[in-house]
């Protein structure tokens, strides 16, 4: 650990040399990759490869000769500030008898050549001289962590749907969420620490689990170089943070109005006066689905309160009837409502709520001023038990 720590803090020296070197240069580099395989019990005929640049998607492969294998990455990388991925592969993408960590490696492009040496295995892979990749690795590496535990996770979730164990599904979903947002704190730290690091605005960009708190999020950004906030992945995360801190805890809650499952126009300010959960769900969403027993516990003890619960379904108008039929079997006696849009993009209560991952929730005041956001039925009930005296 205190190696990797040591790595990243002296990396950022490296790059800006390594900027300046090209700057000096004031020409374009071509960027390719040269391989080589050693020390395989298995001969390997092919190299597949995909990634993505401009828009521009590419998937080929390379011929293996002499246990080595070269070939040109179509694009320039110069200038960006947003990494490139490149996926190499020992086997097809078509191909899944192999599980994918041991016949599959993502690595960051650098312009020029990019030496790859895999030894044994294939997935036992390394990068000497590419050190924004090699810090990227180092990233991952913390992170898989969290998600090989998460693997675990979910398969007992499954064992507890069939069992239709909903206390234990919850549970276990709760563990989940947690370990995504431990690896979501490795890539918000990176960032906070190396904001002049190529990897700043992708991992910061990347470091939200669930929803952006502009409490946190804005001063990292701020401290992220010009050139990265000025770029256009810079700008768009930077209205994507103006977006949060309208919806934040202390914000009035964006007035709509939606239908019912029996085709009524229901709106928001019709619930004045009430503390109000404002709850995104979908009938194909497994966790939404999840938390619907414990939301079911909460309405019936506060319920007769001054408190309700407003679900909003994000199921398109394809889906109406998925929408009606997970009413009726999660049982759910409060306000539903659903816009029916024909993709979540036009949805424009999702949108105003800044809504793109599901569950989330709002909890609203009697004065429609936004008091909590994403709050667990378990912290849900407390903060409630607080207010309901």
């Known amino acids: 650990m205190h190696t990797n720590m040591y790595t990243i803090m002296k990396a950022p020296l490296i790059y800006l040399s390594a900027c300046l070197l090209l700057s000096a240069q004031g020409r374009t580099q071509s960027t390719s990759i040269q391989g080589r395989l050693q020390h395989f019990n298995q001969e390997i005929s092919y190299i597949y490869y995909s990634y993505t640049l401009d828009g521009h998607s590419v998937n080929d492969s390379a011929q293996v000769s002499n246990d080595q294998y070269a070939f040109e990455i179509k694009g320039e990388l110069q200038a960006r500030q947003l990494p490139v991925f490149l996926t190499l592969r020992s ?39 590419l050190f924004i990749n090699n810090e990227y690795q180092q990233l991952e590496k913390r992170r898989t962590r969290y998600f090989e535990k998460q693997d675990t996770i979910f398969m007992a979730q499954r064992a507890a749907r069939q069992k239709k164990d909903t206390e234990k599904m919850y549970q276990l979903q709760w563990m989940a969420d947690s370990l995504n947002t431990a690896a979501a704190k490795i890539y918000e730290t990176y960032a906070d620490k190396h904001p002049e690091s190529p990897l700043a605005l992708y991992t910061l960009i990347n470091s939200i689990p669930i929803a ?35 919806v934040a805890p202390g914000a009035m809650a964006p007035a709509f109005s939606l239908t019912n499952q ?14 109000v959960l404002l709850d995104f769900w979908a009938s194909w969403c497994l966790p939404c689905r999840i938390q619907n027993p414990s939301l079911k516990t909460i309405f019936n003890e506060y319920g007769d309160k001054n408190f309700t619960i407003i679900s909003i379904s994000l199921d398109r108008n394809s889906q109406k009837e998925n929408w009606i039929n997970a009413i009726k079997q999660d049982q759910l006696t409060w306000t539903q409502l659903c816009g029916l849009f024909s993709n979540l993009e036009d949805n424009i209560v999702a949108a105003a709520y800044d809504v793109k991952i599901i569950p989330q929730n709002f909890l609203i005041d009697p004065s429609g001023k936004i008091i909590a956001r994403n709050l667990d039925t378990r912290a849900l009930a407390v903060r409630l038990k607080g207010l309901l005296k």
């Open 212 to 246: 952006i708190d502009p409490g946190i999020t804005e001063p990292i950004f701020d401290k992220l170089s010009a050139k990265a906030r000025n770029s256009v992945a810079g700008k768009e995360f930077y209205s994507r943070i103006l977006n949060a801190k309208k």
């Open 262 to 275: 029996e085709g009524e126009s229901v709106s928001l300010k019709a619930f004045k006066g009430k503390y």
């Open 91 to 129: 086997r097809s993408f078509e191909d899944r008898t192999q599980p994918r960590r041991s016949i599959e490696k993502t690595i960051v492009l650098q312009p020029g050549i990019n030496k790859v040496i895999s030894t044994d295995s294939f997935s036992n892979l390394t990068t000497p001289g």
